[in-house]
C-alpha cells in the first residue's frame, strides 16, 4: 500500500484496522507479522510517529471461526486476487466509506503459520487482542513462550534476526531500510545495502563464509583425537627430558 503521510488519514486507519481485530478476536483470530511489529508494538510506547507497513495478517485455527469472523465483517471486507492466496491463505481488502483501508490476509491453520518458516525469530510472536485497550492485549508464541519478553523488546528497539537464510530478499530489504537492524548468524547486515542485487551478493558471500566455517571446523574435529594424541606424546617427551636433565 501507499505509504500514509497525513496523521488524520493515519488515525482513522488505525482506528478502522484495530477495531477489526477485535472482531477477529472473538472468533479467537490472532493478529501476526509486520502490522504487528510496525504498528501495534511501537504505538504501545510512541503514540507519535507514524508507522507504515504493508498488509495486516491475520490466523484463525478453524474454518468455523473464519466464516463467523466473515459473516460479521461482511460489510467491510471484499476479496483480492493476490499469488499468496492458497488452500490455506484467503486474500482480502478492508473497506470502510467505500475507501481500501489496507491489504488483509488470512490464514487458517492449527498452529501458527511461521512456526516451522518463519523470517526472523519474532515471527512466531502474535497477538490476541479482545480490546483496543493496550492494558489487556496478550501476546503468544506457540514456538517458545518464554521469548515472547525477548521478540517483544526486539520489535521496541527495531532489531530482527534472521532465523535461516532466506531469499525472501524483498522483507528482508524492506526492514534494513526502514531502520532496522538485521542479523543473520548474529552478525549485522550493513545498513548501507538498498537493493536486491547488493543484498544477494551480500548474503551469497555470507553463505560462502559459513560453509568454509563449517568445514573447518568438521576437519578440527575430525583431527581432534590425533590432535589430542600429539599433545600427549609431546607432553610425555617434555616429562622425559626433564627427567634426564636432573
Given at each position: 500500500?501507499?505509504?500514509i ?5 493515519y488515525?482513522?486507519?488505525?482506528k478502522v484496522i ?7 478476536s472473538?472468533y ?7 502490522y504487528l ?5 511501537p504505538?504501545i ?6 508507522f507504515?507497513w504493508n498488509?495486516v495478517?491475520?490466523w484463525?485455527?478453524s474454518y468455523?471461526?473464519l466464516?463467523g469472523?466473515?459473516?460479521d465483517?461482511?460489510?467491510?471486507i ?5 499469488h ?7 486474500a482480502?481488502?478492508l ?5 481500501h ?5 488470512i490464514y487458517?491453520?492449527p498452529?501458527?503459520?511461521?512456526i516451522d518458516?518463519?523470517?526472523?525469530s519474532?515471527?512466531?510472536?502474535s497477538?490476541?487482542?479482545?480490546s483496543?485497550?493496550?492494558g489487556?492485549?496478550n501476546?503468544?508464541?506457540?514456538s517458545?513462550?518464554f521469548s ?5 523488546n ?8 534472521v532465523?535461516y ?8 530489504l524492506?526492514?534494513?531500510s ?5 542479523y543473520i548468524?548474529?552478525?549485522l547486515?550493513p545498513?548501507k ?8 551478493f551480500?548474503?551469497s558471500k555470507?553463505k560462502?563464509?559459513?560453509?568454509s566455517k563449517?568445514?573447518?571446523i ?5 583431527l ?6 600429539l ?11 626433564d627427567?634426564?636433565s636432573v
Open positions: 500500500m501507499k505509504p503521510t497525513s496523521k488524520f488519514t488515525e482513522a486507519y488505525i484495530n477495531s477489526m481485530l477485535v472482531t477477529a472473538k479467537y483470530g490472532k493478529l501476526f507479522g509486520d511489529y510496525n504498528v501495534i508494538i504505538s510506547t510512541n503514540k507519535v510517529d507514524i507504515q498488509s495478517d491475520i484463525f485455527t468455523k471461526s466464516m469472523f466473515l459473516m465483517m461482511d460489510d467491510y471484499e476479496c483480492r486476487n493476490d499468496r492466496s492458497g488452500v490455506n491463505i484467503f482480502y481488502s473497506i470502510k466509506y467505500g475507501e483501508v489496507t491489504d488483509l490476509n487458517v491453520t498452529q501458527h503459520p511461521y518458516n518463519g523470517l526472523f519474532m515471527d512466531n510472536l497477538l490476541y487482542m479482545p483496543k485497550n493496550v489487556i492485549m501476546f503468544d508464541n506457540q517458545n513462550i515472547i519478553n525477548n521478540d517483544l526486539d520489535v521496541k528497539n527495531k532489531r530482527a534476526y532465523t537464510i532466506t531469499e525472501d530478499y524483498d522483507r528482508l524492506s526492514y534494513i526502514s531502520g532496522w537492524s538485521v548468524d548474529n552478525i547486515i545498513e545495502i538498498r537493493d536486491v542485487v547488493e543484498l544477494k551480500y548474503i555470507h560462502e563464509q559459513q560453509i563449517h568445514l573447518f568438521g576437519e578440527l574435529m575430525r581432534k583425537p590425533s590432535i589430542e594424541h599433545i600427549s606424546n609431546l607432553q610425555s617427551l617434555v616429562l622425559l627430558l627427567d634426564n
